[in-house]
């Protein structure tokens, strides 16, 4: 897997001379063309992650939802992202979210452009430093590189836009349940060390059970060991792997059941849950535990991995 992705990012290489290579580029989706017509999610962050750009501002007769104030700074980081495309014509603004610390953007790119969408990103980078500057305010503004997301699949820019909307509200969550969305690392659980994020009391709850389900198993039969585990009123740990399995967790979460999920990937500093996860995290009924340290790319599940979080689950579930 890893002699793929080094293959890959040589040809990107070869095809890219003028594009100077960066950490933060390992993060790019290998093989895609960035001068291509594709629509793109930007994220970045300030340099120390000090909140230059706005204030979060609380739910308000004026505003109902949470919400960002921008600072003179931030005014002109909205400004120096609105005007990309006087640049660079064949890019359209789909979206932004200026957060205190960080900013989430969406661009689409309409036709082949003319240098690599880095170059794009760089020249907004540069811009928003010239402001700094002109403000008085200490240089850099933004931490180095970027992170990308590639546009895949139907129903993705919608997600996309939900997130950006939902972001001042979710950080205003995440400052009033602050507890559960600080990763917890080495933590040990069952003599293994492991790393959390979410309500550390479940795992002191008098009655945890494991949802284990064949992958044999019938709709009929997943049915009735849903209806069985979910009237116990226990907390439920599973690895979610099985189809049997995904729909009682998934079912759990709907109906308020807490629960302790295991993953196969660690948690950076920065982790939160998505979705449905985010908010029965702020209300003290999700667990995320991962045995594994944390990696930015994607890694199979395989065999071993999943006894691993099997038995993980099974040591949970019965305090050994």
């Known amino acids: 897997m890893e002699n793929k992705r080094n293959e890959g990012r040589k040809r990107w290489a070869e095809k890219h001379p003028d594009v100077a290579p960066t950490p933060s580029m390992k993060r790019r989706m290998v093989q895609h063309d960035y001068q291509g017509r594709a629509i793109y999610m930007i994220t970045l962050c300030v340099e120390g992650r000090t909140p230059r750009l706005g204030t ?12 960002v104030s921008l600072t003179a700074l931030g005014e002109r980081v909205k400004a120096e992202w609105l005007g990309i495309p006087h640049y660079y014509p064949q890019i359209k603004v789909l979206a932004l979210a200026l957060m205190p610390d960080h900013m989430h953007g969406i661009l689409f790119a309409t036709e082949q452009l003319p240098v690599h969408l880095g170059r794009v990103i760089n020249g907004f980078k540069t811009g928003c430093n010239r402001a700094a500057r002109e403000l008085g305010q200490s240089l850099p503004l933004w931490e180095p590189g970027y992170t990308d997301g590639v546009l895949q699949g139907k129903g993705q820019l919608e997600r996309w836009r939900d997130y950006l909307n939902d972001n001042p509200r979710r950080l205003w969550v ?16 069952a003599n293994t060390t492991v790393s959390a ?17 064949s992958r044999r198993m019938s709709e009929e039969e997943i049915t009735r060991e849903s209806d069985r585990l979910l009237a116990v009123g226990a907390v439920l740990v599973s690895p979610a792997i099985s189809p049997g399995e995904k729909a009682i967790m998934k079912r759990a979460l709907e109906t308020g059941v807490p629960i302790i999920l295991i993953c196969n990937n660690g948690f950076a500093a920065m982790s939160k849950p998505g979705g449905r996860l985010f908010d029965a995290c702020a209300a003290g009924r999700v667990l995320l535990v991962s045995p594994f340290d944390h990696r930015n790319d994607y890694q199979p599940l395989t065999a071993a991995c999943c006894r691993e979080m099997n038995a993980l689950a099974r040591a949970i579930a019965t305090r050994r």
């Open 56 to 67: 979060l501002c609380g739910p308000d007769a004026g505003h109902p939802s949470p919400w």
């Open 174 to 189: 995440k400052r009033q349940h602050h507890d559960y969305f600080t990763v917890t690392h080495h933590l040990s659980i």
């Open 197 to 213: 994020l979410g309500n550390l009391r479940l795992l002191q709850q008098p009655s945890i059970m494991q949802v284990y389900c």
